[in-house]
């Protein structure tokens, strides 16, 4: 395959060339624009794996590359959130195998709840930060990523966004690293035990990794520099410096690769050679901020050019320093659940009984839209349970007994079981309703399996989470089942007899999602065969 021209979007580049650099582990959560990333690095015989959620996948990760292992760890960028805990202390130890951190950021909110600009992230928690301008450069910074944390024992993070991770262009993969062989454990405690003793020193050796890698990117960092006409220089990065370079071809460009710690004295020098310094990003004014305050004058975007994605004309206009109004795009089809979506007669149920709904992340966020318009919040994952708790635990009597908190069963794995926790230790005097929304997969990101469906993520059977029997293990007073397609009446006198109680509540409304029913049922086929010939 060395020297083989593919077509690959960044997240196939990714897999293919964790697979080439030797990655033996592969962890992560299911989240658009980052899924393709382990579903292909799975189909390529790499092993990877769905786990509960960001956080969890990333303490894998830190252990596997404990062990010297490559690893490789991926999300969207607000599951970074989600593993930001892990982060920030993990940048202070000495990782032995490379790890990289791959954040998947969602400028223009295409499927995403914000579209916050994770590069805050690098210099918050001292974590070096690649970023890709196209699918070759996604395969080559996997590698470089990887090289980087392991010649630094510092992780990693590879940034890309969703016109990286989607769009496709020519790759030239490089040979394949040869397999590592297996290592006893190499115990360092002064370098992985952070208690204060050990972690003070390990801040002290942090910064001075940092400063060697900035040093490194000075001398020889992955950047593209072209010298055309002197009165226009820009200085971009990311899929931005695509866009830049076809907006206006004859200005002079720096592209930087190693965005954190940036290379100041190379963008100094690029600086003293053009008549008008302007930096093109997505996002966040972030870089223009950084060249300002180490002296570097320069120019940003107008405040209306960070909202949503960039592209050549909104470049243009950049460069032009045009701020008129932008063209309004024609409407798109609103999205609605599918028809026959067994969330669909949850939320009729919902409005009709005229409840208060706490919602969550996922298909059944749609049931916002009419004709349901049956929901009343939704922040992040989980967030459901303590935001119907909390308003359970304010509003009058009889506006609390309306409040029903509506998870579905992937996010309720991810960060719904410490919801019912906080319900148990401190229920409302109303006590409280929760309804678990089990489709038995993860429909919105594309059907992906997590614990609760009993599958991996090759779709092979493995241990279930039980939904019911964890929540009476903890407590909840109320525990019931109910299959959604048994349709209006007995959902809603379940509801409506759940809400006049001052008790605990846990309802499991169960009904594989339509689009997936087939998959499950073939994958439940095969499973049940494997088993007969054991």
């Known amino acids: 395959m060395t020297g083989e021209r593919l077509l690959l979007s960044g997240d196939d580049a990714v897999a293919l060339a964790a697979l080439h650099a030797g990655v033996e582990l592969g962890t992560g959560y299911p989240g658009t624009p980052s899924t393709e990333i382990l579903e292909t690095f799975d189909r390529l015989g790499g092993r990877a794996q769905w786990s509960p959620n960001e956080k969890v996948a990333l303490e894998v990760g830190i252990g596997a590359a404990f062990a010297g292992a490559r690893t490789i760890v991926t ?4 599951g970074l959130n989600v593993a930001a805990d892990a982060l920030f202390t993990a940048t202070h130890t000495d990782v032995d195998g490379g790890l990289l951190v791959i954040s998947a950021d969602d400028p223009g909110m ?13 210099r918050a928690a001292a974590a070096p930060m690649l970023e890709p301008m ?22 990693v993070l590879l940034r890309l966004t969703t016109r990286i991770c989607h769009a496709k262009t020519v790759v030239r993969p490089r040979a394949a690293r040869a397999p590592r062989a297996p290592e006893p454990f190499r115990r360092d405690i002064p370098a992985r035990v952070m208690i204060p003793a050990y972690a003070k020193p390990a801040h002290q050796r942090l910064r001075q990794k940092l400063a060697e890698m900035a040093a490194w990117n000075e001398a020889e960092g992955p950047l593209l520099q072209e010298l055309n006409d002197r009165a226009l220089g820009i200085l971009s990065t990311g899929v931005s410096a695509v866009h830049a370079r076809e907006a206006a071809p004859e200005a002079s460009h720096l592209s ?7 290379p100041f004295e190379r963008i100094r020098a690029f600086a003293a050679e053009v008549e008008r310094l302007v930096v093109i990003e997505e996002g966040d004014p972030l870089l223009v901020e950084s060249l300002r305050a180490a002296g570097i004058p320069a120019e940003g975007k107008p405040e209306m050019y960070r909202f949503g994605e960039l592209n050549v004309a909104r470049v243009r206009r950049i460069l ?3 701020t008129s109004p932008e063209p309004v ?5 609103p999205p609605e659940l599918c028809q026959g979506c067994s969330h669909r007669v949850v939320f009729e149920a919902l409005r009709d009984l005229g409840c208060i709904v706490a919602g969550d992340i996922g298909c059944y966020t749609l049931g916002v839209l009419p004709p349901f318009s049956a929901m009343d919040t939704c922040v992040c994952m989980g967030a459901s349970i303590g935001v119907g708790l909390g308003l359970r635990h304010v509003l009058p009597e009889a506006e609390a007994r ?7 069963d992937s996010t309720f794995v991810h960060s719904g079981l410490t919801g019912i926790a906080e319900m148990v230790y401190n229920p409302p005097p109303t006590g409280h309703v929760v309804l678990i929304l089990d489709n038995g997969t993860t429909a919105m990101t594309g059907q992906q399996e997590h614990p609760g469906t009993g599958r991996l993520l090759d779709h092979s059977p493995t241990n279930q989470l039980n939904f019911e029997g964890a929540a009476c293990a903890m407590g909840v007073q109320n525990v019931h089942v109910i299959e959604a397609r048994d349709k209006d009446d007995s959902l809603r006198e379940l509801l ?22 087939p998959k499950i049922r073939f994958y439940e086929k095969a499973a049940a065969e494997q088993s007969e010939e054991i």
């Open 329 to 333: 795009p024609p409407p798109g089809k």
């Open 256 to 262: 930087i690769g190693l965005t954190y710690p940036l």
């Open 134 to 155: 196209d699918s070759q450069q996604a395969y080559d910074f996997t590698w470089l990523g990887l090289e980087l944390s392991e010649r630094w024992k510092i992780p």
């Open 402 to 408: 309306r409040v029903v908190s509506v998870i579905g």
């Open 110 to 122: 295409a499927s995403s709840q914000n579209e916050q600009d994770n590069r805050h992230y690098a």
């Open 320 to 322: 032009a320093g045009d």
């Open 75 to 78: 999300m969207k960028h607000v």
């Open 496 to 517: 409506s007899e759940a809400l006049g109680r001052n008790e605990t509540t846990l309802i499991v409304a169960r009904q594989p999602c339509v689009l997936a029913a």
